[in-house]
């Protein structure tokens, strides 16, 4: 396993126990978050700078969708980069609707901290279920 494999497995395993303390451990302090879709299709559509940015970027999340479950279904990874494709379920909060679908994620690795997460998702699948969409 590559150390930039190494960072991400720890990353998801932080994501999931909510612990800030030791996801920040694991960010470069300029990181970059992209949520890759249409410009203000979602709340958390667009780029988010430096830690605070991914704080404000998982804030927005939370507060509107709980994960259902997600699992990596494929990763390749180099000595500076992570892709992984995963699968998942996630629930709207305002209105219960189950969002099922996939996503890529890529993260850039630099001196064994995350300096980019992109995100590549089902757009149609979380549009479709967001409260007033149709």
Not at 14 to 42: C, M, T, W
Not at 95 to 114: A, C, H, P, W
């Amino acid at each position: 396993m590559t150390v930039a494999a190494e960072v991400i497995t720890a990353f998801y395993r932080h994501l999931k126990h909510r612990d800030q303390d030791s996801l920040h451990g694991l960010l470069a302090d300029d990181i970059a978050v992209e949520y890759h879709a249409q410009p203000n299709a979602f709340p958390w559509s667009g780029t988010f700078s430096g830690k605070d940015g991914f704080d404000r970027f998982l804030d927005i999340i939370r507060t509107r969708l709980d994960v259902v479950e997600v699992s990596v279904v494929r990763s390749v990874s180099t000595p500076s980069q992570v892709v992984n494709l995963c699968r998942g379920k996630w629930r709207y909060r305002e209105n219960g609707q189950l969002v099922e679908g996939d996503m890529v994620n890529v993260f850039s690795v630099r001196d064994g901290k995350i300096d980019r997460y992109d995100v590549y998702a089902d757009t149609q699948a979380f549009a479709e279920g967001m409260p007033g969409g149709d």
